[in-house]
Structures are given as structure tokens and as C-alpha cells.
């Protein structure tokens, strides 16, 4: 018989919120419709820049990300959303925008991006069945904290997830082992009475597993887990895990 859990620890992008392609803002962008931001943040910066192109934001904001990426390091290290966003005036060569412009930009940004997830309806069915068994709790890769919680909100869900863990708020990232420390941490249970649930093998299983977590692995898509990343379970639907915990 399957041990019994008492914490269900998800991660949330692409695996409870999943991405609804129609949703999400596009540019075009070499003849084709391309998922970009760049267009909505553009409204707010043409007034000053009135040269800008869609195209030039949109690069920027691609090189910032990977500017982030580089500064991670070993240790999984979290670039802040308002770090990367500076890093994109910085490469489009234009003057930096002031605290309160800078956050009307993220939040429209993060906007554009969150409304392009959506909550299944059997999933929001499933979360309100497993609660009334284990304490339910969310650890996501998200270099900004309010977004998150936002979309959280306008489920009416985020009260049932206890902690909520965002890479942002804690400086860390998965797969990181000091990023699992500070969840596990914030979580306070016995690590073998806690299943994590995420659909990355590099982020979820790896960083769980070393992390010493069960993990169930959602593989929507049918891969092979290398030898080295052995998930304790192995699931194609978010729904399958009912059949993990009776």
C-alpha cells in the first residue's frame, strides 16, 4: 500500500496552469504571428520612443532573459523580474524608466503572460477533493511573486495552497538544492510525508529526487525518464494522481 502523504507539493506552470496558445499576446514577427508581449508593453513606451519597433522590444526582452539565465550559476540563483526588465532598457539603449513606469511595464507584461494559463475546471475539481485529505502547497520557477498570486486569486484558490513558494521570493530556482531547502523549510513537514508534483524532468523530478522527495512526474507528452531521473510515480494526467493517493 502507498504510504500515506499529508502535503501535496505542486509546481504551477504546465502542470496545475496550463498554457492556452489563443491567449497569449502575438507580434508579427518575420511574416509570422509570434506569442510576444512586446506589442502591449510598446503602448506604454511608444509616447516617449516613438521610433521603437515591436521587433526591438521583443529581441530586448529575449537577450534580458538570457542575460538572467548566465547570472544563475551553480547554485540556481533567482534574477528578479524588475532586474531583467532594466537589463532590456539597457540593451535598447533607452533611459531608464522611473520605479513607477517600471512597474506599470512589468505588470502589464506579467499580465499578458499569466491570462495566457488557464486552470483546468477538473483540476480546480480535483484540488478542492484533495484538500479535504492533505495540505496542499505550490513551489514554482517565477521571477515575480505578485503575478502568480494574482492569477492564484482570480481562481479563488490561492487560500488553498499553504505555504506558496515563488523562486523570486526565496532567491533560488529549481532544480537547486538551496532552493528545495528553503521550500522544504517554509513547508515544515517530514520530507517523506510530502509528494511533489511537476512536469519538468530537469526541474521537478531532478531537484526534487536529490532533494530527497517522492515525485510524481506528469509526462503529458509519453517521454522516457533517463535512467539517472527515475520519478517515484509516473502519471499523463494531473487527474491520475487521485489513483496514487487512495
Known amino acids: 500500500m502507498v504510504k500515506k502523504y ?19 499576446p502575438t507580434i508579427l514577427l518575420d511574416g509570422k504571428q509570434t506569442p510576444s508581449t ?4 510598446l503602448k506604454h513606451l511608444a509616447e516617449s520612443n516613438p521610433g521603437l519597433a515591436p521587433e526591438a522590444v521583443h529581441w530586448a526582452m529575449r537577450d534580458a532573459w538570457r542575460w538572467a539565465e548566465s547570472l544563475r550559476g551553480e547554485e540556481c540563483r533567482e534574477i528578479s523580474a524588475l532586474e ?35 486552470l483546468p475546471a477538473d483540476y480546480q475539481k480535483l484540488l478542492r477533493t484533495l484538500r479535504r ?50 521550500a522544504l523549510e517554509m513547508v515544515g513537514e517530514d520530507r517523506r510525508r510530502i509528494l511533489f508534483v511537476g512536469d519538468s524532468l530537469a ?19 509519453g517521454e522516457t525518464a533517463p535512467p539517472e531521473l527515475r520519478p517515484t510515480f ?10 496514487i493517493l487512495t
Open 6 to 24: 499529508r502535503v501535496i507539493l505542486f509546481d504551477c506552470f504546465n502542470t496545475l496552469f496550463l498554457p492556452v496558445a489563443s491567449r497569449m
Open 38 to 41: 512586446a506589442g502591449l508593453l
Open 84 to 118: 531583467r526588465f532594466g537589463r532590456m532598457f539597457e540593451m535598447l539603449e533607452l533611459t531608464p524608466p522611473g520605479d513607477e513606469q517600471l512597474t506599470e511595464l512589468l505588470a502589464t507584461h506579467m499580465e499578458g503572460v499569466t491570462r495566457s494559463y488557464a
Open 133 to 182: 485529505d492533505f495540505r496542499l502547497a505550490i513551489f514554482s520557477n517565477f521571477d515575480y511573486a505578485p503575478a502568480l498570486l494574482n492569477m492564484l486569486r482570480r481562481q479563488d484558490i490561492e487560500p488553498w495552497f499553504d505555504p506558496i513558494v515563488v523562486s523570486a521570493t526565496i532567491g533560488y530556482r529549481k532544480p537547486g538544492r538551496r532552493a528545495f531547502d528553503k
Open 203 to 221: 526541474d521537478d523530478v531532478a531537484g526534487a529526487g536529490a532533494a530527497g522527495l517522492d515525485v510524481a512526474w506528469v509526462n503529458v507528452n
Open 234 to 243: 509516473s502519471i499523463t494526467s494531473l487527474i491520475d494522481i487521485a489513483n
